[in-house]
């Protein structure tokens, strides 16, 4: 009933066809313009499809297992030395620094003994950065993920 008079109506607007036209391109017209950003989201932003996650060298991953451990035992160490300080009659600023330079020496120790030998395995630590090549940054980058991957004890 309520297509019919809305059928009258219009064609006494529109006369004949013209207004199903008008009607069917509009909602094309509706549609894409609707569509189309919601199609772009979906696919990744730029009409491509979405980026795969980013590829991490498993050999690192190992390294980050072993190194996370021995990290927390540094941070403990560092602490009980806050806390041998306390127990001497520093105050409790005193120790808290003592802590701090505990903890900074003991981690760049521990980094520079198990990580930064197998990082420079694929650049080497001195190395010039104009010397660098792209694929080695690309190489570094994934051993990175591994690592990261290593460290994150929830990660499977």
């Known amino acids: 009933m309520l297509i019919s008079w809305f059928q009258r109506w219009a064609s006494r607007l529109i006369p004949g066809k013209t207004f199903l036209l008008v009607v069917v391109s509009g909602a ?25 996650p980013p590829v991490l060298d498993a050999r690192f991953i190992p390294l980050g297992k072993t190194y996370l451990p021995e990290l927390g035992r540094l941070y403990a160490a560092a602490w009980n030395e806050g806390a041998k300080a306390l127990e001497t009659g520093q105050p ?12 900074d020496t003991g981690r760049v120790q521990l980094f520079d003994r198990l990580v930064t030998p197998e990082f ?20 570094l980058a994934r051993a990175w993920r591994g690592f990261a991957a290593g460290l994150n004890p929830s990660a499977k």
């Open 28 to 52: 094309l017209g509706a549609g894409l313009a609707v569509g189309v950003p919601v199609l772009r989201t979906w696919l990744g932003g730029d009409g491509s499809r979405p980026a795969p």
């Open 92 to 103: 409790a600023a005193a120790s808290l620094k003592s802590v701090g330079q505990s903890w």
């Open 120 to 139: 420079s395995k694929i650049v080497a630590e001195n190395k010039a950065e104009s010397e660098v090549k792209p694929a080695d940054l690309m190489a």
